[in-house]
C-alpha cells in the first residue's frame, strides 16, 4: 500500500564554518520499507532520529533529496498529478492542529470538503459528521463546541474523525497520543484498532514508545540515526538484532520485572 524507496533527506547546516557555507547535515540515510494493505507500522526512534522528518515526507510536506514514496503503486513526488489514494495525518499536538475558532462541526468540514472536491461529489455533511463523531466515541451533541471545550482525548478523537473524513486509505500518526495520559492513550488505541477493522485501513504510527508499539503495530522499524537499523514483525519483536532495538528491549523488559519484584515483595 506504501512503499519508501531510498530516501535520503539533508538540511543546511545552521553554524557553518564558512560564510557562505553550503555544509548540510544528513537526517534521513537510504530509508526503505514497504507496508502492506491493513498493516500497521511502527516507526520508532529517540528524539532527533529523524522520525518526523521521515513522516513529513512520507505525507508530502517535504521532498527528499533522492529517493520516492509510492501510494499504492503511485508516485507522491512526481509531477502534480491528482492521487486516487489517500493519506491523512494525525499530529501529536492537536491543540494547535485544530483551528481554536473552528467548533467540531467546522472541523470536520475540512475534511469533508476535502473529500467533495476529490471524490466529485456533494455529501450530507450533517449526517457524515454524526457518523464520523460515533465512530471515534462521540456523538452529535458535541457538534457545536470549540475546541477549549473539550478534553484533550476528545479533541484527539475530533481530529481522528477529521482525518477519516477524507477517506484515507493510510493514516499517518505522528506521535499522536504522546501527550495524553496513559488511560486516554490505551482508549484511543483501542479504538484506532477498532476503526483500522472497520474501514480496512493502513496505519504507520510515529512514537518514541515501544510499549504503544507492541500493543498497536503488526510491524516495527527501528529509526537510529537517521537509518532504518531493523524492521520486523511485532511477533517477533524480542528476537531483534541490533543492538539499539535490543537496549529499547531490555529496558522495558527490567522495567517490568522491577515492577513484578516489587508487587511481590
Ligand atoms: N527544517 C529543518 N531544518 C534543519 N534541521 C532540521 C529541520 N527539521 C529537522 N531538522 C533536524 O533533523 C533532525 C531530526 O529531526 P526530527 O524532528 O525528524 O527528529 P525526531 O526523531 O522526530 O525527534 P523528536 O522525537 O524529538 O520529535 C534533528 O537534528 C533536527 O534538528
Same mark, same amino acid.
Given at each position: 500500500?506504501?512503499?519508501?524507496?531510498?530516501?535520503?533527506?539533508?538540511?543546511?547546516?545552521?553554524?557553518?564554518?564558512?560564510?557562505?557555507?553550503?555544509?548540510?547535515?544528513?537526517?534521513?540515510?537510504?530509508?526503505?520499507?514497504? $507496508?502492506?494493505?491493513?498493516?500497521?507500522?511502527?516507526?520508532?526512534?529517540?528524539?532527533?532520529?529523524?522520525?518526523?522528518?521521515?513522516?513529513?515526507?512520507?505525507?508530502?510536506?517535504?521532498?527528499?533529496?533522492?529517493?520516492?514514496?509510492?501510494?499504492?503503486?503511485?508516485?507522491?513526488?512526481?509531477?502534480?498529478?491528482?492521487?486516487?489514494?489517500?493519506?491523512?495525518?494525525?499530529?501529536?499536538?492537536?491543540?494547535?492542529?485544530?483551528?481554536?475558532?473552528?467548533?467540531?462541526?467546522?472541523?470536520?468540514?475540512?475534511?469533508?470538503?476535502?473529500?467533495?472536491?476529490?471524490?466529485?461529489?456533494?455529501?450530507?455533511?450533517?449526517?457524515?459528521?454524526?457518523?464520523?463523531?460515533?465512530?471515534?466515541?462521540?456523538?452529535?451533541?458535541?457538534?457545536?463546541?470549540?475546541?477549549?471545550?473539550?478534553?484533550?482525548?476528545?479533541?484527539?478523537?475530533?481530529?481522528?474523525?477529521?482525518?477519516?473524513?477524507?477517506?484515507?486509505?493510510?493514516?499517518?500518526?505522528?506521535?499522536?497520543?504522546?501527550?495524553?495520559?496513559?488511560?486516554?492513550?490505551?482508549?484511543?488505541?483501542?479504538?484506532?484498532?477498532?476503526?483500522?477493522?472497520?474501514?480496512?485501513?493502513?496505519?504507520?504510527?510515529?512514537?518514541?514508545?515501544?510499549?504503544?508499539?507492541?500493543?498497536?503495530?503488526?510491524?516495527?522499524?527501528?529509526?537510529?540515526?537517521?537509518?532504518?537499523?531493523?524492521?520486523?514483525?511485532?511477533?517477533?519483536?524480542?528476537?531483534?538484532?541490533?543492538?539499539?532495538?535490543?537496549?529499547?528491549?531490555?529496558?522495558?523488559?527490567? $522495567?517490568?520485572?522491577?515492577?513484578?519484584?516489587?508487587?511481590?515483595?
Amino acid at each position: 500500500m506504501i512503499r519508501a524507496e531510498h530516501i535520503n533527506v539533508s538540511f543546511k547546516k545552521e553554524n557553518q564554518t564558512k560564510l557562505f557555507g553550503t555544509e548540510r547535515q544528513q537526517v534521513l540515510h537510504d530509508v526503505s520499507f514497504h $507496508v502492506k494493505e491493513g498493516e500497521c507500522l511502527g516507526i520508532l526512534g529517540e528524539s532527533g532520529s529523524g522520525k518526523s522528518t521521515l513522516g513529513r515526507v512520507l505525507c508530502g510536506l517535504l521532498k527528499p533529496d533522492c529517493g520516492n514514496v509510492y501510494l499504492a503503486g503511485e508516485p507522491c513526488y512526481k509531477g502534480r498529478r491528482k492521487r486516487k489514494t489517500v493519506l491523512s495525518v494525525v499530529f501529536q499536538d492537536y491543540t494547535t492542529s485544530a483551528n481554536p475558532r473552528f467548533t467540531v462541526r467546522g472541523l470536520i468540514a475540512e475534511g469533508l470538503r476535502a473529500r467533495e472536491k476529490r471524490e466529485g461529489l456533494s455529501l450530507d455533511r450533517e449526517k457524515e459528521t454524526d457518523d464520523l463523531l460515533c465512530l471515534v466515541g462521540l456523538d452529535g451533541s458535541y457538534k457545536d463546541r470549540l475546541p477549549h471545550e473539550l478534553s484533550g482525548g476528545q479533541l484527539q478523537r475530533v481530529c481522528i474523525a477529521r482525518a477519516l473524513a477524507v477517506n484515507p486509505s493510510v493514516i499517518l500518526f505522528d506521535e499522536a497520543i504522546s501527550s495524553l495520559d496513559a488511560h486516554t492513550q490505551v482508549q484511543i488505541m483501542d479504538l484506532l484498532k477498532k476503526v483500522q477493522k472497520e474501514k480496512k485501513l493502513t496505519y504507520i504510527f510515529i512514537t518514541h514508545d515501544l510499549t504503544s508499539v507492541t500493543y498497536l503495530c503488526s510491524h516495527v522499524l527501528f529509526l537510529y540515526q537517521g537509518q532504518a537499523a531493523e524492521i520486523r514483525s511485532v511477533d517477533t519483536i524480542g528476537e531483534a538484532v541490533h543492538p539499539y532495538a535490543r537496549k529499547l528491549l531490555h529496558a522495558i523488559f527490567d $522495567v517490568e520485572s522491577m515492577g513484578q519484584e516489587e508487587m511481590s515483595n
